[in-house]
């Protein structure tokens, strides 16, 4: 297929809770380290965006190994948020990204509301583009055992605490293991949030049947990878319904296809997790799939198709 | 480290469902040094989803080789695969082995390997038999029987000793390669301490760990854990080393290649 | 390996709620009909139990097609209850497991509570097993929105009203789609139920993105199958900490591995969905890997591991 | 209905991405009726997950054929099953075309396929023909392009009269195949009225529904829908049909050939 000269390229830019991005494939936290690894193989100027791995105000050590098993069309992980910790990151993680024209995205957790307060404060005053609340991570011990994301009164206190103590553009990752994700989306547009990511992994676990152990030392971890999907994509089509903020779509994105998916869902924006370590091109590849399904199918902007599903009436 | 797809030049069984496959990777050979691996996807498709790790097992000109066992689903698809398909691989990846330096006065040099724990340290023996030809390497290799003894033959092309040990005794010694280890150890006071090098299943690395220990000698052991990433972006590979406590080192990035003495073996 | 003429075969026969099963592998509701269109297949009377498919009180007509979708290492549907509803189940569908020596539990679903009560009472009399109540099929719109089981409260009602209707053995059927399924099963134990079910599907959805339309002509469908086999597996375990009823373990089953991690977890017994799709087989497969597995590992009663995972301290 | 690991015979590409296998399965074969499908596991691990349909093309003895078209994952990987390995199949399954009984005083048959739709026509002309020699049979072969057209060497061998119609125009009649049809149609009024019988894409069956409702002569069209288990236990297959309001009807079992007439199109 020919393009005549005077064709544009399709316009794959958005703005995203105030952040413009390139394109709409970012990186999702915790798949991509600190950039620095990944810097080798993929160009990250080429990124929408990119997500850190979450940091807390203290470094932490992680979880006891073994933390990755391999499921069907799936990975289950208990890293535990292992990680420098504020200071070091600001000292030694972010110069890297100044070499970088790339939208950084700085992911944070805490365990109470304060610790997230006092994070954002920190960071704040840095060189980053946003912030991410990661209220959703299943591997870490919370004090009233559900995690904030899984609480719409926490979520509601935690995201309205970081709003008014901070500018930057600030988005939420919520969790699946909820019965009414788009209840707690709604929460985090009442607080305030620019948008919100949807969706950090299932609480999963495996069994070693000759040993009768779990195959995870922590028993239970994070499932992702295209296992997920269906779900991710339905509950980004429900939170679509219920918020006006942006929706950042993430869960076993491997392809165009899949972005396109969630895209025509309700994503503005999609983020790659484990397809990194399938294969580091993979937000490469996207990109140039969206484009070539653009020009194939003649649509001159992404946001054109934002939630575009065409369902039947019933 | 790059991304390649490489062409399969040779994938050939050598019994016992171990097989040697040789890559056309150039860009990978010229950087690889012992110890390192790559990071193979086996499937175009997603299953399975991850890629596995392999050690270099040799470098020769354009070409690089790796020596594997067929345990499970991916290393399945891996040996059916066929010269003239291409296979996508990260590589080279990892801290190899720490090579005695060429001018230091040193001491004999061991290496021990478990089942395919060989195949990093063929490569390892080429390379400290070119640097520092004057070095005499003793190869213990352990197996569980003779039919899966690997690679006895090339090491002693390169003039290595080599001794063997397998657990049913149909061949040399008859125990593990860790007792084996203990008996050929030149104790003799006088002697300069030897210098030991590790490969194998997680089981037999913690014995030499304690050998190591008990006598003394500085040894280092290549680790195999579960990877997810291969560059050290997950933090999936872990393994507990000392710290003011302890602290995490990742198998893929700060391995696998780990000083004995600086694991704690659980 | 020969085993020495005087060692007893493995007992893999257990009660569940009351019911003696041979062995503990079911096959799941909804996925073998009314055990017809299988028995020419397989040999029903091998079977743990069957569960039939869902029945409500008038016949219903189901969902419009596409009805059916492949995901990764899953299946979506949205069948939508079609049945022929519990006239035409007991007149035309009963009468042919008279021929059989197969427990037969009766999976039922209704709008209101008092549909379940007057579904279960009509039952009462008749020739079968047990009792299932299906308060977790994602393809039916409810009245208030959620599921009966997104809803303690609601799940403690409909369970304590049709346990006092009857007393035929009488399990739940739980949704995964929820916060806290433990919470929920407890409601279930309270309320006088013999056991629990888990899971049944999870929502989601897929999108053709060449025409930006659902797969499923409902838009969303249930999860089922491999992938989503790592959230079940932890779903009992969680179960099993929390209640004393027996479990029955669903989600994913291909292979007597995947049953035995159920077991393991915490499942007395387990049950085949997708599976029976995959290889009408496999029931019986699993069957006989789960003899196998207790010769090698010298377990004698299939009892014994129920539950028995051992978990490092940490 | 029985359950068997096939040996493959042959595995042949006739071009064009289309694929003609020979399966060793006399206890299907026996009872298989046109129109009727068996159901395949094109995987031995569970990519893809559910099976694959396909129409009996063939029997001959001992084997029977199918004939199919790479458009996917589940074909795809059956394109690359060689002779000599095994499939798990399902069948015969459904309900067939229900053939003009031989004592009946009959009108012409037409059979009209679309792309890969030929694949159970040939077995129902086949049938017909040796059922009852005496009918006359036009066959009508549709496909995008004369690279796309099937078995037309088999349906005159077999007797039968055959029409091409190609989209593109390069074989015969340009446009498409239900065109023909109404252009073939025998409509003076003293010929009794043709049986037709359709199986192809969708919006085909479509097209020629319509057209048997126009000249209300009696057809029958072979339908496709995704399967779950197929052998109508999940209920996953349904097309909706004529009823009181209306009913559902499941592919795999009641059909997947209809009378058109029963059918409510979208
Ligand atoms: C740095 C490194 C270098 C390696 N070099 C070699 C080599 O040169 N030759 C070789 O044969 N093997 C090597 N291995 C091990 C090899 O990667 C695994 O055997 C392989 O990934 C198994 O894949 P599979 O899909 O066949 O097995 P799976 O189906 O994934 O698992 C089968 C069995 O193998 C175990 N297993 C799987 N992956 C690993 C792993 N990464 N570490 C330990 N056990 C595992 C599982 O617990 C399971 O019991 C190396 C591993 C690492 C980490
Ligand atoms: C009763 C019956 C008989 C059939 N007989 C034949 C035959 O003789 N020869 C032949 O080539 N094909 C036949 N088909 C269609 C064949 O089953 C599908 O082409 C095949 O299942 C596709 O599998 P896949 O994994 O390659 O494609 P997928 O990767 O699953 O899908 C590829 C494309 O094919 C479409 N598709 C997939 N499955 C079906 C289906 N069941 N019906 C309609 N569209 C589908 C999808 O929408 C998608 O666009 C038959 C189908 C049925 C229901
Ligand atoms: C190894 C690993 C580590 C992760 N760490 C984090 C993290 O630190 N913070 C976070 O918000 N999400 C984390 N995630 C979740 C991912 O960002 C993403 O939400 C999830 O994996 C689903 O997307 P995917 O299916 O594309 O991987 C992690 C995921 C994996 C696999
Ligand atoms: C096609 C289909 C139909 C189903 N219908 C029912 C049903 O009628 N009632 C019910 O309780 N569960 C129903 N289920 C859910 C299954 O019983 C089971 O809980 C679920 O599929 C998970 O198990 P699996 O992964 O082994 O399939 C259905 C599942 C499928 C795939
Ligand atoms: S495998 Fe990802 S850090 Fe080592
Ligand atoms: S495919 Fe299951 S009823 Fe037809």
């Known amino acids: ?314 | 480290m790059v991304q390649v797809d490489a062409k399969i030049l040779e994938n050939r069984e050598l019994g016992s469902q171990r097989y040697k496959m040789a890559l056309s990777a150039p860009q990978i050979g010229c950087q690889a040094k012992p110890g390192q691996f790559i990071h193979v996807r086996v499937s175009k498709g997603f299953l399975p989803l991850l890629r596995r790790p392999f050690s270099v097992h040799r470098v020769q000109g354009q070409k690089i080789e790796i020596l594997y066992k067929v345990v499970g689903k991916g290393t399945e698809i891996l040996s059916r695969k066929k010269g003239g398909e291409y296979l996508d691989i990260l590589g080279p990846l990892g801290k190899g082995y720490q090579l005695p330096s060429a001018t230091s006065k040193i001491s004999d040099i061991i290496l021990v390997a478990g089942g395919t724990g060989v195949a990093s340290l063929l490569f390892l023996a080429e390379s400290i038999s070119v640097a520092n030809p004057e070095l005499s390497i003793l190869v213990l290799v352990g197996a569980k029987n003779r039919e899966e003894l690997l690679c006895e033959g090339d090491f002693r092309r390169l003039g290595c000793r080599v001794e063997v040990a397998t657990e049913n005794g149909t061949r040399g010694y008859k125990g593990l390669v860790s007792e084996l280890l203990e008996k050929c150890l030149p104790l003799s006071g006088d002697r300069p301490k030897p210098i030991v090098f590790a490969c194998g299943p997680s089981e037999m690395l913690k014995m030499i760990g304690k050998i190591s220990r008990k006598h003394r000698f500085p040894c280092q052991v290549s680790l195999e854990e579960r990877l997810a990433c291969g560059v050290g972006a997950c933090l999936g590979c872990v393994v507990k080393t000392k710290g003011s406590t302890y602290t995490y080192k990742r198998v893929c990035k700060d391995g696998p290649v780990f000083d004995a003495g600086e694991l704690i073996w659980e």
Chains 1, 3 share one sequence.
Not at chain 1, 46 to 52: D, K, M, P, S
Not at chain 1, 127 to 149: D, H, Q, W
């Open chain 1, 1 to 314: 297929m020919m393009r005549k000269a005077k064709e544009k390229p399709p316009n794959l830019a958005i703005k995203l809770a105030g952040i413009s991005l390139k394109n709409p494939v970012m990186v999702a936290s915790g798949t991509f380290g600190y950039g620095e690894e990944y810097a080798q193989l993929v160009d990250l100027n080429r990124l929408g965006a990119i997500v850190a791995k979450t940091i807390t105000l203290k470094p932490r050590l992680g979880n006891d190994p073994p933390r990755i098993v391999e499921t069907a069309s799936g990975v289950l992980n208990s890293i535990g948020l292992q990680n420098v910790g504020i200071d070091t990151f600001i000292n030694e993680k972010l110069p890297f990204f100044k070499e970088y024209d790339v939208p950084l995205i700085v992911s944070i957790a805490g365990e109470t509301t304060d610790e997230y307060v006092q994070l954002a404060k920190t960071l704040q005053g840095e060189k980053i583009t946003g912030l991410e609340l990661n209220l959703s991570c299943p591997n870490i011990k919370y004090k009233r055992k559900l995690m904030f994301a899984q609480n719409p009164q926490a979520t509601h206190q935690v995201v309205s605490r970081v709003r008014k103590a901070i500018s930057l553009p600030l988005m939420v990752k919520l969790s699946p293991n909820v019965t009414d994700i788009a209840s707690i989306a709604k929460m985090c547009e009442e607080a305030g949030a620019d948008g919100v990511s949807l969706i950090n992994t299932f609480t999963g676990m495996a069994i070693d049947v000759e040993n009768r152990k779990p195959m995870l030392r922590q028993v239970t971890g994070g499932l992702s990878g295209p296992a997920i999907k269906p779900i991710a994509l339905r509950m980004v089509y429900e939170v679509h319904k219920a918020v006006r903020i942006p929706i950042i779509g993430i869960g076993g994105i491997m392809t165009a296809g899949d972005a396109l998916e969630f895209i025509i869902a309700g994503a503005k924006a999609v983020a790659i997790g484990t397809g990194n370590f399938v294969d580091p091109l993979i937000p490469i590849k996207v990109i140039d799939g969206i484009r070539e399904y653009m020009v194939n199918n003649k649509i001159k902007d992404i946001k054109s198709i934002v939630g575009r599903l065409k369902c039947p009436k019933s």
